[in-house]
Antibody, heavy 121, light 107 residues
Framework: EVQLVESGGGLVQPGGSLRLSCAASGFTFSSYWMHWVRQAPGKGLVWVSRINSDGSSTSYADSVKGRFTISRDNAKNTLYLQMNSLRAEDTAVYYC??????????????WGQGTLVTVSS | SYELTQPPSVSVSPGQTARITCSGDALPKKYAYWYQQKSGQAPVLVIYEDSKRPSGIPERFSGSSSGTMATLTISGAQVEDEADYYCYSTDSSGKGVFGGGTKLTVL
């Protein structure tokens, strides 16, 4: 069974840092591109970042570029999001999502349950 | 930056057809994907590559795309279809983008 489990969320002060993790299981993690998507309370989904299967290529939304870094450890089946210089507007539930390559190409076929990041003093 | 535009809300009675639109300049060249999100839950894929339906998604869900507009159609909407729906696509550089979301009310 495919599972994605996020962790690392919490309360952080403006300007602070946080690292989110997404533990993957039930599939060959190293074969899939992975994404982070966030959702502010009561608001819509926002794409944040993606990383290719071997970690050699990344992409970021303009709103987080230069502050956030996506990475992965295929040996540990884990996706990361390092978030620096956090702002109040980064407050959101952060989801990791798998981009499928076979059954539903380029779609997000599995999502984690999300982890809440709150940026406040 | 690239944007996808959706109506904030759509309302239908049970059994009626609900249509949710998504407009974006790159849609003639990029696929649209549709996600359903019920309150407190993670999103679920309901349409991929403009018009394909994943396994397990009811046949009443369909998608189409023409020019700069993609459309999600729910034929014979049911109360359990009440949710937020988001279109998703990518821009010319491959960055992802979601539409603002459409709240579907079925009552």
């Amino acid at each position: 069974e495919v599972q994605l489990v996020e962790s690392g969320g919490g309360l952080v002060q403006p300007g602070g840092s946080l690292r989110l993790s997404c533990a993957a299981s039930g599939f060959t993690f190293s074969s899939y591109w992975m994404h982070w998507v966030r959702q502010a309370p009561g608001k819509g989904l926002v794409w944040v970042s993606r990383i290719n299967s071997d970690g050699s290529s990344t992409s970021y939304a303009d709103s987080v570029k230069g502050r956030f870094t996506i990475s992965r450890d295929n040996a540990k089946n884990t996706l990361y999001l390092q978030m620096n210089s956090l702002r109040a507007e980064d407050t959101a539930v952060y989801y990791c999502a798998r981009e499928d390559i076979v059954v539903v190409p380029a779609a997000f076929d599995y999502w984690g349950q999300g982890t809440l990041v709150t940026v406040s003093s | 930056s690239y944007e996808l535009t959706q109506p904030p809300s759509v309302s239908v009675s049970p059994g009626q057809t609900a249509r949710i639109t998504c407009s974006g300049d790159a849609l003639p060249k990029k696929y649209a994907y549709w996600y359903q999100q019920k309150s407190g839950q993670a999103p679920v894929l309901v349409i991929y590559e403009d018009s394909k339906r994943p396994s397990g998604i009811p046949e009443r869900f369909s998608g189409s795309s023409s020019g700069t507009m993609a459309t999600l159609t729910i034929s014979g909407a049911q109360v359990e279809d009440e949710a937020d729906y988001y279109c998703y696509s990518t821009d010319s550089s491959g960055k992802g983008v979601f539409g603002g979301g459409t709240k579907l009310t079925v009552l």
